[in-house]
Structure formats: structure tokens, C-alpha cells
């Protein structure tokens, strides 16, 4: 279904941001911290197919899979890789000027949100998105279309 997205590639790419934002605490690399902004924004603002991890996802690791039983309306988790944007921006501003606790703070925080989804299938963005679209009168969903 177009515009639709497997909600098992916002898993894959939240697996491999973890391990990013990981090893940005690690060794305190602002820049690598700057790249994953990079790639929240392309997420957020260009879309979710043009973000790197889905193209990884959707090249190498969905062909070998039965397709979802459920699509994702794309919103929410762009909503979410908007808000992920934000902190690793902020994060990296904070290690590159030397506020390096700020920095700690900010990619903690995303580093939290990335893994309850990788590992528990909780997307914390996704959830504030619905919630302030209904607080705005905008009732939405965010599992959408069945596939079978």
C-alpha cells in the first residue's frame, strides 16, 4: 500500500541507532553523533524511504521476510525521527562546544526512546505524535492498513 511503512523497518533502524547513539556515550564522538542527526532529519523531513537505515532495511533485510501483517501511516515515526533530530542535535552541539554533559544528557535521551522501540516495539515519539494529534482534535491511528 503506498505511503504506508513495515513498522519491522522502524525496528531495524531503531536497533541500529541504539548501537550508534551507544557508542557515542562510549567515546563521546560529537561528530558521529552529528552523522545520526543527519540521518534523523532525512528521516523526518525527506521522508522515511530516503532515510539510510530504511534503505538498509528494505534492501537487505525485508526481501528475506513474509510480508507484515500490518503498515504504519509513515507520521508518526517521522514525528518521531523529528524528535529525534532535536536531541541529537542538541547532543552534538553540546560535545562540539565542550558542554559535554549536555551532550551526555541529550543522547542518553535518544538512546532511551531508540531502544524501548528496538526492543520492546515501543515507539516513544509514535505515542506523543498520537496523543497531541488527538489533543489537537485530530484522532488518528497508528497501525493503518492490514496487509492480508
Known amino acids: 500500500m503506498q505511503g504506508y511503512v513495515d513498522p519491522r523497518g522502524q525496528r531495524v533502524a531503531a536497533a541500529i541507532t541504539s548501537v550508534v547513539l551507544a557508542v557515542v556515550l562510549v ?17 523526518a523531513f525527506i521522508g522515511l524511504r530516503a532515510a539510510p537505515y530504511g534503505v538498509l532495511y528494505r534492501r537487505l533485510v525485508q526481501p528475506r521476510l513474509v510480508a507484515p501483517r500490518m503498515l504504519e501511516a509513515p507520521a508518526p515515526p517521522r514525528f518521531a525521527q523529528g524528535v529525534g533530530f532535536a536531541f541529537a542535535a542538541i547532543g552534538a552541539a553540546g560535545y562540539l562546544s565542550g558542554v559535554t554533559g549536555l551532550g551526555i544528557a541529550a543522547t542518553a535521551v535518544a538512546l532511551a ?4 522501540n528496538a526492543a520492546f516495539d515501543f515507539c516513544l515519539g509514535c505515542e ?12 488518528t491511528t497508528r497501525y493503518l492498513a492490514r496487509t492480508s
Open 27 to 43: 567515546t563521546g564522538n560529537g561528530w558521529l553523533l552529528a552523522a545520526q542527526a543527519v540521518v534523523f532529519a532525512m528521516g
Open 113 to 116: 526512546a531508540a531502544f524501548l
Open 128 to 139: 506523543v505524535h498520537l496523543r497531541l494529534a488527538r489533543l489537537l482534535g485530530r484522532p
